[in-house]
């Protein structure tokens, strides 16, 4: 999987919805499996992005993975860990 794949996925799953009530989601990879996760008890906006990483870094340990959380209203960060290697993006989603 890709960061792209990763980014397409997300944008299909929020035009299918609304990006109002998105929280981070989390996605594992392992040899032969992808695991997806929801932070259902998503804090406050101040707090989201430190608690998103923390609970991405704990869930996923050695593996690879991909979390996406709300930057902003109309934005997406991405954050993802593929072969040891970080990556981060923000995404637009919706006009300003």
């Given at each position: 999987?890709?960061?792209?794949?990763?980014?397409?996925a997300?944008?299909e799953?929020i035009?299918?919805?609304?990006?109002?009530?998105?929280?981070?989601?989390?996605?594992i990879v392992?040899?032969?499996q992808?695991?997806?996760?929801?932070?259902?008890?998503?804090?406050?906006e101040?707090?989201?992005e430190?608690?998103?990483?923390?609970?991405?870094?704990?869930?996923?340990?050695?593996?690879?993975?991909?979390?996406a959380?709300?930057?902003?209203?109309?934005?997406?960060?991405?954050?993802a860990?593929?072969?040891g290697?970080q990556?981060?993006?923000?995404?637009q989603?919706?006009?300003?």
């Amino acid at each position: 999987m890709t960061v792209k794949e990763f980014i397409a996925a997300q944008k299909e799953l929020i035009a299918e919805g609304h990006f109002v009530g998105y929280l981070p989601t989390l996605w594992i990879v392992t040899t032969n499996q992808v695991q997806v996760n929801i932070l259902a008890d998503s804090p406050d906006e101040d707090d989201l992005e430190r608690v998103a990483r923390d609970w991405a870094l704990q869930m996923a340990r050695e593996h690879d993975y991909f979390l996406a959380f709300k930057s902003d209203g109309f934005r997406l960060k991405v954050v993802a860990r593929v072969q040891g290697i970080q990556q981060e993006c923000v995404v637009q989603i919706t006009d300003a």
